[in-house]
């Protein structure tokens, strides 16, 4: 089982509509939880990121983690064409002294808006 | 500011050869990434340099090598081309210390024949 499963789609929605991906992980050390967004042919950009358990809001996106379920969620409210990307999930545990960290990707999400 | 730039954008090569990617940030970032993005297996780190004059081997460094050149370029290296290297390859950068955001360049893409 790999560290960290996320269902890769694709998934199609209405412009407007409410959208929910998702994300589980196994290594109860992840302290940090990210989402990045990759439209076609670029490279992931940051989106969200939190630390611990608990909400963050951003504009239309909202980041939830869940650490005793081991699961993290990005809902995108009154969703637009603009949104539609590929939506990875990251996440890491920092470890004190340590002059970097490594990020563990899920596969991504293939997100399409239709107007 | 360029953020992370890549060079080249695309290149095809034959199985055997060998190349070098090039990765420079001009942010002033102290660590840097390299990563192999493959349909239906996310990103996976290949190597990565938390500062000047380290590296360290990721989840996939086999058939690679990299070259923390100076504080701004970080280069990957394949030295007998395999066409399980093909693939789009992303360098990342950041600021040392704790979580700060890594930036990602805008990929190459790389197919061996």
């Known amino acids: 089982q790999k560290e960290v499963e996320q269902d890769p789609g694709p998934l199609s929605v209405p412009e407007g509509a409410i959208v929910s991906l998702n994300c589980t992980y196994s290594?109860?050390?992840?302290?940090?939880f990210m989402w990045y967004r990759q439209y076609s042919r670029k490279g992931p950009e940051l989106l969200m990121y939190?630390?611990?358990?608990g909400n963050k809001e951003d504009g239309r996106f909202t980041a939830q983690v869940d650490k005793s379920s081991k699961y993290i969620s990005l809902f995108i409210r009154d969703s637009q064409p603009s949104d539609s990307a590929t939506y990875l999930c990251?996440?890491?545990?920092?470890?004190?002294?340590?002059?970097?960290?490594?990020?563990?990707f899920g596969k991504g999400t293939k997100l399409s808006v239709i107007p | 500011n360029a953020g992370v730039t890549q060079t080249p954008k695309f290149q095809v090569l034959k199985t055997g050869q060998s190349m070098t990617l090039q990765c420079a940030q001009d942010?002033?970032?102290?660590?840097m990434y390299w990563y192999r993005q493959d349909p239906g297996m996310g990103l996976r780190l290949i190597y990565y340099?938390?500062?000047?004059?380290?590296?360290d081997k990721g989840e996939v460094p086999n058939g690679y090598n990299v070259s923390r050149l100076n504080k701004r370029e970080f280069s990957l290296r394949l030295e007998s081309a395999a066409p399980s290297q093909t693939s789009v390859y992303f360098c990342?950068?950041?600021?040392?210390?704790?979580?700060?955001?890594?930036?990602f360049g805008p990929g190459t893409r790389l197919t061996v024949l």
């Open positions: 290594n109860s050390a992840f302290q940090y």
């Open positions: 939190t630390y611990s358990s």
């Open positions: 340099s938390a500062s000047e004059g380290t590296t």
């Open positions: 942010m002033n970032h102290n660590s």
């Open positions: 990342a950068s950041k600021l040392a210390g704790g979580y700060n955001e890594q930036f």
């Open positions: 990251a996440m890491t545990e920092i470890l004190s002294g340590a002059g970097s960290y490594q990020l563990t």
